[in-house]
């Protein structure tokens, strides 16, 4: 168990829908990452937030935003979805004091299905 | 962007066989992980390995920065070993994590 967790496990949903996506960090990390894993793209980095800031972006759609919370949890929010959104989405966390050395960690998962 | 290769895409190991999974990256990095993914989806941590050589039990690893490449090494496979296995960096920009997965080695270890 890394410590980092992540609801719900799994969710299925209908095109055009909007989810939310639901991540809490290890104890004392400050930093939040989310993550796509589908079969054609691999494991994709979306967002990373630092302490409530957004501090860097990957490949993250515009129907797609994240906020982290004063508690440190963060939400990942899928909105107008499309079939090619079903895909396993992945939180981790670090301590990240905002150097390049931190080791991350990540929770279970939450696989989307978009019918 | 960086980019991360790995090696073997596949592979398969009898069961005691040992291997070695290599992680080539195309920048300068200051930070490298060894992830398993195993088959129920879960990413297990492995190694933060940057530099120089560590051993946890059967497996170990090594980043030669300077060469671009870190390696994974499996003795005495065992089949709860199979998945597949991904080394991840990020740019040597400093700042914050901008992090990119290789492609993977998918392990299959048979009895």
């Known amino acids: 168990d890394s410590g980092v967790t992540q609801t719900p496990k799994h969710l299925i949903t209908a095109t055009g829908q909007r989810v939310t996506l639901r991540c809490s960090p290890r104890?004392?990390?400050?930093?939040v990452y989310w993550y796509q894993q589908s079969l054609d793209q691999g494991l994709q980095f979306l967002i990373q937030?630092?302490?409530?800031?957004?501090?860097a972006k990957g490949n993250i759609l515009e129907r797609f935003s994240a906020q982290q919370f004063p508690d440190l949890h963060s939400e990942l929010n899928l909105s107008s979805l499309e079939l090619g959104d079903s895909a396993l989405y992945f939180c981790a966390s670090s301590v990240a004091t905002g150097l390049a050395h931190n080791e991350q960690f990540f929770g279970p998962g939450t696989r989307l299905t978009v019918l | 962007g960086i980019q991360v290769e790995q090696s073997p895409p596949d592979l398969i190991l009898q069961e005691g066989a040992n291997s070695t999974l290599r992680c080539n990256f195309s920048?300068?990095?200051?930070?490298l992980q060894w992830f398993h993914q195993n088959p129920w989806g879960q990413l297990i941590n492995l190694f933060y390995i940057p530099s120089g050589t560590k051993q946890n039990g059967r497996l170990s690893a090594t980043t030669v920065a300077t060469e671009r490449y870190s390696l994974l090494y499996i003795s005495s496979s065992q089949t709860t070993d199979s998945g597949v296995y991904f080394c991840?960096?990020?740019?040597?920009?400093?700042?914050?994590?901008?992090?990119?997965f290789g492609t993977g080695t998918k392990l299959q270890v048979i009895p």
């Open positions: 937030y630092y302490n409530g800031e957004e501090r």
């Open positions: 920048d300068s990095v200051n930070n």
């Open positions: 991840a960096v990020p740019p040597y920009s400093g700042g914050y994590q901008k992090v990119t």
């Open positions: 104890s004392g990390d400050l930093s």
